[in-house]
Structure formats: C-alpha cells, structure tokens
C-alpha cells in the first residue's frame, strides 16, 4: 500500500529553522516526484515545488524560491520542507504529494500543521 | 507562471443535481490538467487527471472535459458526500499553479 507520512504539527516562534517531513512507504521513492503544496487558513491550495527524489533535482514555484528548501534522503525514502528563518506568513497546513507523470498527485499525506507565531 | 481562474468560486446546490466546474487557462495546457476534491480538514484527493480520465475508486458520476484553455468538471447526480471543495490543477509546465477552488454547499 502506498503511503506517505508526514511529521507532527509544529510551533515555532519568528526567525527560527524548521525542518518538516515526508516518509514515503508501498513504492519505490526515486520513481517519482514529490510535490509539496501549501494552504493557508480558509485559503486555496498553493503549489510550492517539485522534488525529484532520483537526482534531487527540483523545481520551485517563484512565489517560495529562495524562502524554503526541498531535500530527499534516498536511505530512508524521506523528503523534506526546510526554512532557514520562518515568518507568521508561514503559518500553513503543508501537504506532501507523489506526482504520477501522466496522472498527476494520486497520493498525499495527510499534512503538517505549522504554527509561526510573532 | 500559468493563471488557472476557476468559477463559480461557491455553490449551492440539492442532492441530485448536476453541478458543473469550469477552469481557465490564461494559455494552453493540452490536456494537462487535474481535479481535486478537498473536503474540511483532509488533504486533497485526485479525482480526474489529464483532463477526462478517472481515478482509480473515484465514482462515475465525476467527469471532466476540455482541452487547450477550457476545462469543465461535472457531477452528474451530486450525493451528500460530494459537498467539498474543488480545484484544478494544471501541472503542463513549471510553476504548477492551482484554480482558487470552488466550495460546493448544501442548497
């Protein structure tokens, strides 16, 4: 069965890092992109990129290039969602996702609730 | 980066009716475009992809259609489990970019 599990909700206060996770399990992780999309309280959903876990190539939407980061560890099927310095704006509901080429994101975790305060 | 303008933005609508989702592209996509409901507190769920093909499980009331810059989502006969909220995605090129949703309400 294919699944992918996120890490737990965090809180975080301003300027600080935060690493959030995306375990894949049921498949073969290099096989296919991980997208990460991002939504808001009582907004839309954002697309924020592309990883490709094989070559850890990715592709960021312009509107989160430079402020986060996507990174796979190929040893334990993980893909990661970094910041280096977070801001209230951040606070969101993150979702991982695997990208079926041809199919689009048929699997999805079930979120990760991030809390930035001021 | 590619505008995806979805309408209606909400609905209302009674068991049994037919309820229609339309997407724009601001240029053309071929068929490379998906659905995706979300109900409250849940992570999306792929409906449609490439335009008209159905997800594996997904009932047959859904359907899409479209190609180029038009692109429609229909439910058939709406069933109490279909109130949620619908996006389209288009993943033709980067950035992949989202419609703004359409919340589908009980009428």
């Known amino acids: 069965e294919v699944q992918l599990v996120q890490s737990g909700a965090e809180v975080k206060k301003s300027g600080e890092s935060l690493r959030i996770s995306c375990k894949g399990s049921?498949?073969?992780?290099?096989?296919?992109?991980i997208c990460w999309v991002r939504q808001m309280p009582g907004k839309g959903l954002e697309w924020m990129g592309r990883?490709?876990?094989?070559?850890?190539?990715?592709k960021y939407s312009p509107s989160f290039q430079g402020h986060v980061t996507m990174s796979v560890d190929k040893s334990t099927s993980t893909a990661y969602l970094q910041w280096s310095s977070l801001k209230a704006s951040d606070t969101a509901m993150y979702y991982c996702?695997?990208?079926?080429?041809?199919?689009?994101?048929?699997?999805w975790g079930q979120g990760t609730l991030v809390t930035v305060s001021s | 980066a590619i505008q995806m303008t979805q309408s209606p933005s909400s609905l209302s609508a009674s068991v049994g009716d037919r309820v229609t989702i339309t997407c724009r592209a601001s240029?053309?996509?071929?068929?490379?475009l998906g659905w995706y409901q979300q109900k409250p507190g849940k992570a999306p769920k792929l409906l449609i992809y490439?335009?008209?093909s159905l997800q594996s499980g997904v009932p047959s009331r859904f359907s899409g259609s479209g190609s180029g810059t038009d692109f429609t989502l229909t439910i058939s006969s709406l069933q109490p489990e279909d109130f949620a909220t619908y996006y389209c995605?288009?993943?033709?090129?980067?950035?992949?970019?989202f419609g703004q949703g359409t919340k589908v309400e009980i009428k």
């Open positions: 996702a695997r990208h079926e080429h041809d199919v689009g994101e048929g699997y």
């Open positions: 049921g498949y073969s992780f290099t096989s296919y992109w």
């Open positions: 990883i490709d876990p094989s070559d850890s190539s990715t």
């Open positions: 240029q053309g996509i071929r068929n490379d």
């Open positions: 490439a335009t008209s």
């Open positions: 995605l288009q993943d033709y090129n980067f950035p992949w970019t």
